[in-house]
């Protein structure tokens, strides 16, 4: 009787864990219900014998009979050939037969092909006296895929015959978010292709395995060249476009001992197997350049792509996965510094231009917190009187060890970092408050030019910010002039958008290296802009190529016609400066009259003017 009433006990401290406790718990405690219960029921003869022999205890008995019917887990009693011989409710649920069909089959018949030896072998244990807990799979009777928690333990259904019990909660909704977690953690979400990480796993697996019978790895790194400017001229949509395009195109290039994946942004990773020498990666690089020939297409717009490319390529100094991919990175950074739209084979010496990279960064990072950079004024004369009407600010570096650093070797690098919105905002600042000191000392009111970097155009309350100079400096709008590039405003209604918050403030902007962009010239007249300048590339020969020179004179007649001023940069010659002359130009600039000169040299100018300047007024008496 006393026995009796602890599996009783313990049966109710299993329903109240099957509620309120996590379900391997619930299990556990209900398990050891059961195999009492057996036992029980082994010792007594039967259920209905013990309710006559024990009316106190048959209560409890009622209680586990029904907590094994309604438990909303699977639970099944097997003899020892694994066969139902006794099954509760919940099992027509999760696999999708009565109790009557499945009553005398074998669990071993619902299980999935690829689980079935695992899963014969568990059930094997259980048959030789050993509980186990494991997880597999089942096919429901309509066909779809149940995942299974299984616990079995063995038991003695009668003095001579043995069985299990087994408990199989559902997991197939916690496995789809297993498999979702993994997914997020090693594939990229928007392509589909592995991400980084999964990119890493798998080239040391291949590692391994190449070298073990002599092959080599080559790592690609790609990178779509001006990427940036697709989603700052037409949106981040078109840039996902453009993404998910290339990864189509990407997949065509690999086969089943390849691997592609996206790393990050607009970088894809490759990765070749028993790759010999250089000239099997210039073959491979061959068949991504050919992939990327045809224009793509997005929506209405037909963009030409091109990509810079670096390889590393395993070795016994090679040959783990870290290693490779930063080798990868390193050539990636010095193709694109070689112009783009080109590769780089990684060798020993990128090593130390790598280096060179990071400090640089952090040079600058420095002269940016110890105001090492410096102003130069190049003037804008007018054509006709040879005065100067304007100037343009131009960046240097003072740098404390290697002196004045021209914008070529620095400028490049900021962009890609980031760090040309500190700079430019610096330019900015010191260019108004140039002038306003100018003013201040009587000098003639002019405006002043200053180059907004793509980053700067793009970026969040641009005329907050500028706003908040021009306050800071008290120079009056009108006298500062923003120069934006034709490649900002490919994306043309947040160009024109920006471009009439900068005219409300009262500032002129004018479109630089007009000529060398996309700017179309019906959105072009629709621009709230002052000035084209006419890029240096289109006045360098026109005295030597009728086609700049006519490229230049059409410029010139339909700025006119867009009631817009026209000024040239890079005019080195007289005879250039003639030509500008005859066909109208306003106003030019460059090394004919001056090159850019320090703050003191430009007063000097202010006050006494400028050599050539005469040759300049006097080209309208030729």
């Not at 099954?87 to 009553?103: D, F, K, Q, R, W």
């Not at 015959?161 to 594939?187: F, H, P």
Request: net charge negative.
């Amino acid at each position: 009787m006393k026995n009796r009433l602890y599996i009783g006990g313990y049966l109710l401290v299993a329903i109240f864990v099957s509620f309120y406790v996590k379900p391997y718990a619930a299990w556990i405690c209900l398990l050891a219900s059961l195999v009492l219960l057996i036992a029980l029921l082994r010792k007594g003869g039967s259920k209905e014998s013990l309710k006559k022999e024990m009316p106190r205890d048959h209560t409890y008995i009622n209680v586990l009979d029904s907590l094994f019917e309604h438990n909303p887990n699977a639970i099944g009693i097997f003899d020892q050939e694994g066969t139902f011989i006794r099954i509760n409710l919940a099992a027509e649920t999760i696999l999708g037969y009565s109790v009557s069909e499945l009553l005398n089959q074998p669990f071993i018949r619902f299980v999935t092909q690829e689980q079935l030896e695992r899963t014969s072998s568990q059930l094997e244990q259980v048959r030789s006296g050993t509980p186990v807990t494991f997880e597999t799979a089942v096919i429901h009777k309509s066909g779809y895929r149940v995942d299974l928690n299984v616990t079995a333990v063995p038991v003695d259904l009668q003095p001579n015959s043995k069985g299990n019990i087994l408990i199989c909660q559902d997991i197939t909704e916690r496995k789809r978010g297993d498999e979702q977690v993994r997914y997020m953690a090693y594939y990229d979400d928007m392509t589909g292709l592995p991400n980084r990480r999964m990119f890493r796993d798998n080239l040391n697996e291949r590692l391994g395995i190449s070298k073990s019978i002599g092959q080599k790895v080559a790592v690609f790194y790609l990178d779509i060249d001006r990427f940036k400017l697709v989603n700052d001229s037409f949106g981040y949509d078109y840039g996902n476009m453009l993404l998910l395009q290339l990864a189509e195109r990407f997949t065509r290039v690999v086969t089943d001992n390849d691997y592609l994946a996206r790393t990050e942004g607009d970088e894809f990773a490759f990765f070749y197997t028993n790759v010999a020498d250089s000239n099997d990666v210039i073959a491979v690089i061959a068949e991504i350049n050919r992939v990327l020939e045809k224009p793509f297409l997005l929506e209405q717009y037909e963009l030409h792509i091109t990509a810079s490319i670096g390889v590393a390529i395993s070795s016994d100094d090679a040959d783990d996965a870290d290693l490779l991919m930063k080798y990868a990175d390193i050539a990636l950074a010095r193709a694109k510094e070689k112009g783009r739209n080109d590769f780089q084979i990684f060798n020993t010496d990128m090593k130390s231009v790598s280096i060179n990279r990071l400090k640089l960064e952090s040079e600058l990072r420095r002269a940016i917190v110890g105001d090492e950079f410096v102003l130069y004024y190049q003037p804008q004369v007018d054509i006709e009187t040879g005065r100067i009407v304007g100037v343009e600010a131009l960046i240097r570096w003072d740098h404390p060890e290697k002196g004045l650093i021209s914008p070529n070797y620095f400028i490049p690098f900021a962009e890609e970092s980031g760090l040309i919105v500190p700079i430019g905002e610096w330019v900015l600042r010191a260019a108004c408050k140039q002038n306003k000191a100018w003013q201040n000392q009587g000098y003639p009111m002019m405006p002043i030019s200053v180059n907004l970097s793509m980053r700067q155009f793009f970026q969040h309350n641009l005329k907050g910010k500028i706003r908040h100079v021009l306050e800071q400096t008290g120079l009056d709008p009108q006298y500062l002039e923003l120069e934006i590039t034709e490649s900002m405003t490919m994306d043309v209604d947040h160009a024109i958008q920006s471009l009439l918050e900068l005219k409300e403030l009262g500032v002129n902007v004018s479109i630089d290296d007009f000529g060398t962009g996309y700017s179309s010239l019906y959105y072009l007249k629709k621009f709230p802009i002052d000035k084209l300048k006419i890029d240096r590339s289109f006045v360098r020969d026109i005295m030597v190529d009728p086609n700049d020179a006519a490229i230049v004179a059409t410029i010139i007649a339909m700025t006119h016609h867009l009631n817009l001023k026209v000024i040239a940069e890079g005019v080195e010659t007289e005879d250039q400066l003639h030509f500008l002359h005859q066909n109208r130009c306003n106003e030019v600039q460059g090394f004919w009259f001056s090159p850019p000169v320090s703050a003191d040299e430009l007063e000097q100018m202010l006050r006494s003017g400028i050599p050539n300047a005469s040759a300049g007024a006097s080209v309208h008496a030729k």
